[in-house]
């Protein structure tokens, strides 16, 4: 499985980004999947997560309400919606597929990582 994300930039604060992923093999649509991000000079996070069917969703409390996760298992692509970005948004964003057929917030619940894309927010 490889996971190829696109849709980081640089933006200012306030602005809106979409990010994509787009995953090689359809069998991931029975996996859950997420967002992570990496800011510099920290550790990874986890930023949103879908369960397989799209009916379930989470977010880190940080990005509720600014940040949408949704799924199209069809095309086999995952997408996060970000509005009202803000410079501590800034960082490396990457998108993971599970073990599981849920998401989980856990590092090491994901099998396969995409590349990341940078996302800077300016003041």
């Known amino acids: 499985v490889q996971l190829q994300a696109s849709g980081g930039g640089l933006v200012q604060a306030g602005e809106s980004l979409r990010l994509s992923c787009e995953v090689s093999?359809?069998?991931?649509?029975?996996?859950?999947m997420a967002w992570f991000r990496q800011p510099p000079r920290k550790e990874r996070e986890f930023v949103a997560g879908?369960?397989?069917?799209?009916?379930?969703?989470g977010y880190a409390d940080s990005v509720k309400g600014r940040f949408t996760i949704s799924r199209d298992n069809a095309k086999s692509t995952m997408t996060l919606q970000m509005t009202n970005l803000k410079p501590e948004d800034t960082a490396l964003y990457y998108c993971?597929?599970?073990?599981?057929?849920?998401?989980?917030?856990?590092?090491?619940?994901?099998?396969?990582w995409g590349q990341g894309t940078q996302v800077t927010v300016s003041s």
């Open positions: 879908i369960n397989w069917r799209g009916g379930g969703t």
């Open positions: 993971a597929v599970a073990r599981k057929s849920f998401y989980s917030e856990r590092l090491a619940e994901y099998a396969y």
């Open positions: 093999r359809r069998t991931a649509s029975n996996n859950g």
